[in-house]
C-alpha cells in the first residue's frame, strides 16, 4: 500500500542526489551516528537518575531540565539526518523489517518520552513513587534500545 | 568470526550501541567542563557519579571493538580511518591523562564554579572533539574508498600501509 510513496520517495531530488554521491550517504550517516552519542547521554542520564544511579544526589527534575534541551536538540538532527538516508534507500526499507521495528519502537519512544517520561520527570519529588520512576525508566531504555538495534540492523539485512 | 552470519553484526551492534553509553556520558561530563551543561551541579559529583558508566561502557568498547578487528585484521591495518582512529584514541587518551593529573588535582578550588578554569575548559573541548574523530573514522572504516586494491595515490598507499603484490 506504501510502496508507491516509499518508491517516489527514492526517485525524488534528494534521494537520487544522496543516492548517487560516493559520500554523501557516509557522511550523513557520521552526523547520524555524533547525535547518536548526545542522544544517548541524554536519554541515559536520566533514565540512570530515575533508577537510582548516577546523579542521584540531584534531584530528578533538575537532572531532567538539564537533560530535555540536549534531548530535543540531538533528536531533531537525528530525524533529519534519518529521513535523508531513508530517501536514499526508501525502497530497501520497506522491504527490511528491522526498519518497521525501528520506526514503530521510534514512534513509541518519542509518544512516550514527551508525555509519560516527561511528566514523571518533571513531577516534583514525592509525588511519584520510585517503583513507577524506574518502570518508566525501563520502558523508556527498551523503546530506544529497540529503536537503536533496529537502526543497526538495517544496514545487515540484504 | 567472520565465518559466522550473525556474530560480527551482533558485535558491531553492541558496539555501536554501548557508544550511547560510552561517549553519550563522556558529552555530558566534557560540556560540565565547557560550562554548557550541568552548571548547578559540582564538577568531582559529575564526574564520581558518571565516570564508572563510562569506564563500563569502555571496557566494553574495547573488547568488542578487539573482536571486530580480529576479524578483519589486515584490512583493518590498512585502513587509513582505522589507523587515524587509533592516533586519536591515543591522543584521546594522553588528554584525559592530561586532565586526571593537571587541573582535576585541585578540582575542589573550582567544583562550584558555573565556568571551570580554561584548562579544564581545553581539556572538554579536545575530548569531544576528539571522540567526534573518533567515531566518524570508525565508521568510515566500513567504506573502501582508500583500499590498499583500489588504485589510489602515493601518498594513501603510504599512509595506508600498503604492500605492494609481487607480480
Known amino acids: 500500500m506504501l510502496l508507491p510513496y516509499f518508491q517516489w520517495f527514492e526517485t525524488s531530488a534528494i534521494g537520487e542526489l544522496i543516492k548517487n554521491s560516493s559520500w554523501a550517504f557516509a557522511v550523513i550517516e557520521s552526523v547520524h551516528l555524533l547525535a547518536l552519542a548526545v542522544i544517548g547521554g541524554a536519554v541515559l542520564m536520566l533514565d540512570l537518575r530515575l533508577l537510582g544511579f548516577g546523579l542521584k544526589r540531584q534531584p530528578i527534575p533538575a537532572v531532567a531540565r538539564e537533560a530535555w534541551p540536549w534531548l530535543t536538540a540531538s533528536l531533531i538532527v537525528m530525524l533529519v539526518t534519518g529521513f535523508a538516508l531513508f530517501v536514499s534507500e526508501a525502497t530497501k526499507c520497506y522491504y527490511s523489517t528491522p526498519f518497521w521495528v525501528k520506526m514503530t519502537s521510534l514512534a513509541l519512544a518519542i509518544a512516550f518520552t514527551f508525555t509519560v517520561r516527561r511528566k514523571v520527570s518533571m513531577s516534583e519529588e514525592g509525588r511519584v513513587r520510585p517503583a513507577m520512576m524506574k518502570l518508566v525508566a525501563l520502558v523508556s531504555l527498551t523503546l530506544w534500545f529497540g529503536v537503536g538495534a533496529g537502526g543497526r540492523w538495517i544496514g545487515f539485512s540484504g | 568470526m567472520h565465518e559466522s552470519l550473525y556474530m560480527y553484526p551482533l558485535v558491531e551492534s553492541v558496539h555501536v550501541l554501548t557508544l550511547c553509553l560510552f561517549v553519550g ?7 560540565r ?18 565516570v564508572p558508566w563510562m569506564v563500563a561502557g569502555f571496557v566494553v568498547m574495547v573488547i568488542t571493538g578487539v573482536l571486530l578487528f580480529y ?30 593529573n593537571g587541573i582535576h588535582k585541585r ?17 572538554g573541548a579536545a575530548s569531544l572533539a576528539l571522540w567526534a574523530v573518533i567515531i566518524v573514522c570508525g565508521r ?16 594513501v598507499k603510504w599512509a595506508a600501509g600498503c604492500v605492494e603484490k609481487p607480480r
Open chain 2, 25 to 31: 556520558m563522556s558529552v555530558m561530563l566534557d560540556l
Open chain 2, 71 to 100: 576479524a578483519i585484521p589486515i584490512r583493518s591495518y590498512q585502513n587509513i580511518f582505522f589507523r587515524l582512529k587509533l592516533i586519536a584514541l591515543v591522543v584521546a587518551g594522553l588528554n584525559a591523562w592530561t586532565f586526571h
Open chain 2, 140 to 155: 568510515m572504516i566500513a567504506y573502501n574508498w582508500f583500499d590498499c586494491d583500489m588504485p589510489q595515490r602515493p601518498l
Open chain 2, 107 to 123: 578540582v575542589s578550588e573550582w567544583d562550584l564554579v558555573q565556568k571551570p578554569p580554561k584548562r579544564a575548559r581545553i581539556a
Open chain 2, 33 to 50: 567542563l565547557l560550562g554548557i551543561a550541568l552548571r548547578r551541579v559540582p564538577v568531582s559529583e559529575v564526574i564520581d557519579r558518571l
